[in-house]
């Protein structure tokens, strides 16, 4: 079983909420991935957790805020967002931080009003 | 040096017919070559890999073909069908800081397979 959950399916938020992203992974994998995807574009990469520890931030502004709750599940706070933050959200994960295989979720759409 | 550059953009075929999406990397530490099959509001999914010390790698219907000395790789669909009709990302992925590994995506190509 290679599936990666994410909830929930769309969001819709205005520029002062405050939301959350959440996906899980039952499969034992210890490295966990936030990626952003805007339309006809290819992934980009935003965190890495290695055994629930923050390991890669690329830049990402703080109005995001990953967490690592426990090895199965990540999650991405959202705070006073933008409209350019409208996206898809995707959640990936592998083996470890060194493993080849990384496996996605479907993704939150986000859109932020 | 760390892009990876996809063509072409898209691609439209005839059912039954063979789409060839070609990659081409500059960084020579890349050592996994990935690539998603992508549909419209899904994630990206694992279609298939290769390691850089094989030329080419079948799984069914796809085949990645692997030019180490040219730094090239492309994706053959057999036999293609209208549900392959996606966007295909190409990806290489070598150690980052440490012992991380990230994925450097290709720009993708939209497939479009007509019945």
């Known amino acids: 079983d290679t599936e990666v959950t994410q909830t929930p399916k769309h969001l819709v938020m205005g520029m002062t909420n405050k939301k959350s992203l959440k996906c899980e992974q039952h499969?034992?994998?210890?490295?966990m991935y936030w990626y952003k995807q805007k339309a006809k574009k290819p992934p980009e990469l935003m965190f890495v957790?290695?055994?629930?520890?923050?390991?890669i931030n690329e830049s990402v502004p703080s109005r995001f805020s990953p967490e690592c709750p426990n090895s199965s599940l990540l999650n991405l706070h959202l705070h006073a967002l933008q409209p350019e933050d409208s996206a898809l959200y995707l959640c990936?994960?592998?083996?470890?931080?060194?493993?080849?295989?990384?496996?996605f979720g479907p993704g939150t759409r986000l859109t932020v009003t | 040096q760390q892009q990876v550059k996809q063509s072409p953009q898209s691609l439209i075929v005839q059912k039954g017919g063979i789409p060839i999406i070609n990659c081409a990397y500059e960084n020579t530490a890349f050592d996994y070559f990935p690539w998603y099959q992508q549909f419209p509001g899904k994630g990206p999914a694992l279609l298939i890999a290769i390691r850089p010390d094989v030329s080419e790698k079948k799984e069914g219907r796809f085949t990645i073909s692997f030019n180490k000395s040219a730094k090239q790789f492309s994706l053959h669909i057999m036999d293609s069908q209208p549900g392959d009709s996606a966007t295909y990302f190409c990806?290489?992925?070598?150690?980052?800081?440490?012992?991380?590994?990230?994925?450097?995506f290709g720009s993708g190509t939209q497939l479009t397979v007509l019945p």
């Open positions: 957790y290695s055994y629930e520890k923050l390991s």
């Open positions: 990806a290489a992925s070598g150690r980052a800081s440490g012992s991380a590994r990230q994925l450097t």
């Open positions: 499969m034992g994998h210890r490295a």
């Open positions: 990936a994960s592998s083996q470890r931080i060194g493993g080849y295989e990384q496996y």
